[in-house]
């Protein structure tokens, strides 16, 4: 669940300290990168994630919003890091879906560190070519 940080700043501003309070929204999941684009013949979402398995991901499609989530775990054991960039944990990433699409005959692959989401787009979203 997201947590919600207030901090309190006293900026100066024309030689006088102004007080204000600022909200931040802190959460321990978080979003790996994710491509969105459309092809003439679909809506394909991309998510960036290595070190998982197929059925690690939950993928999920309401009210035109592709819910892409799971958890990728650490590696087991204790260690000092010296660099940290790589997350774990929990996390989730939602994308808009504006075309209407046909979700029955949706795929969904991960390879090479990629999970790609092909959404078929309904047969009346095709242009006829004459």
């Not at 990728?72 to 699409?101: C, N, W």
């Not at 990629?114 to 006829?128: A, D, G, M, R, Y």
Request: glycine share 4%; aromatic share 8%.
């Amino acid at each position: 669940m997201p947590t919600v940080i207030r901090k309190t700043v006293s900026p100066v501003i024309d030689g006088r300290r102004v007080r204000s309070v600022s909200w931040q929204v802190s959460s321990s999941i978080w979003s790996p990168p994710t491509d969105a684009y459309e092809t003439e013949e679909a809506c394909v979402v991309r998510m960036e994630i290595a070190g998982m398995r197929e059925e690690d991901f939950e993928v999920a499609f309401e009210n035109n919003l592709l819910l892409i989530s799971g958890s990728r775990s650490d590696l087991p054991g204790r260690r000092a890091y010296h660099q940290m960039e790589i997350r774990f944990g929990k996390f989730a990433s939602s994308v808009a879906i504006t075309a209407t699409v046909d979700v029955d005959n949706a795929t969904a692959v991960y390879k090479d560190g990629f999970l790609t989401v092909i959404l078929p787009k309904s047969k009346s979203n095709h242009h006829e070519v004459e």
